[in-house]
């Protein structure tokens, strides 16, 4: 039968598992940052790679969330703290050093990679947005344009009976 996990196991992997979450968030910062700059050439081919490759890692940071949650319980509990309130800046009051130390550095890497990647996905939406309203305008310019052009002439040079333009869709694949 296994023994149960010491304090300083538990603590050695809670931390070890919030080091790599931190891993996984600058990878993720990366892919943003690299999306943005898909987003200015306009690749996107390139934009969707670094979107397929940025929902992989935020899967797997999705799992890596659940594991450290039940990490979490098992600590909070062993020191007494209410499981339901448990977080990362209570178990830090409560634990001893060396621990609280590093998971003090561990919860400051992870802030600063989360405030760093919140930036990025503004500026990236704000270029989505800015795209969108070109891309809005050119089909709205493009529409009144037919109207304009087409009236009187058909494709052999003749007058056209009725002209209507349909409002149409345009996907990525154009």
Same mark, same amino acid.
């Given at each position: 039968?296994?023994?149960? $996990?010491?304090?300083?196991?538990?603590?050695?992997?809670?931390?070890?598992?919030?080091?790599?979450? /931190?891993?996984? #968030?600058?990878?993720?910062?990366?892919?943003?940052?690299?999306?943005?700059?898909?987003?200015?050439?306009?690749?996107?081919?390139?934009?969707?790679?670094?979107?397929?490759?940025?929902?992989?890692?935020?899967?797997?940071?999705?799992?890596?969330?659940?594991?450290?949650? /039940?990490?979490? +319980?098992?600590?909070?509990?062993?020191?007494?703290?209410?499981?339901?309130?448990?977080?990362? $800046?209570?178990?830090?009051?409560? +634990?001893?050093?060396?621990?609280?130390?590093?998971?003090?550095?561990?919860?400051?890497? /992870? #802030?600063?990679?989360?405030?760093?990647?919140?930036?990025?996905?503004?500026?990236?939406?704000?270029?989505?947005?800015?795209?969108?309203?070109?891309?809005?305008?050119?089909?709205?310019?493009?529409?009144?344009?037919?109207?304009?052009?087409?009236?009187?002439?058909? $494709?052999?040079?003749?007058?056209?009976?009725?002209?209507?333009?349909?409002?149409?869709?345009?996907?990525?694949?154009?």
């Amino acid at each position: 039968m296994n023994e149960p $996990s010491t304090m300083d196991t538990l603590l050695d992997a809670l931390c070890a598992s919030l080091e790599d979450e /931190v891993e996984r #968030q600058q990878t993720a910062l990366a892919l943003c940052r690299a999306q943005a700059k898909a987003l200015c050439a306009q690749d996107t081919e390139y934009l969707e790679a670094k979107t397929h490759a940025l929902e992989l890692v935020m899967a797997e940071s999705e799992e890596a969330s659940a594991s450290r949650q /039940v990490l979490l +319980a098992d600590i909070a509990g062993r020191c007494g703290l209410e499981e339901d309130w448990v977080n990362l $800046s209570a178990l830090i009051r409560c +634990a001893p050093e060396p621990w609280r130390r590093r998971l003090a550095q561990c919860q400051r890497e /992870v #802030q600063t990679v989360l405030r760093e990647i919140r930036g990025v996905v503004r500026a990236n939406a704000g270029l989505l947005r800015a795209s969108m309203r070109v891309v809005e305008e050119s089909m709205g310019a493009l529409e009144r344009s037919v109207h304009v052009n087409a009236a009187g002439y058909g $494709s052999q040079g003749g007058s056209v009976r009725d002209v209507r333009v349909q409002p149409a869709l345009i996907d990525r694949k154009g």
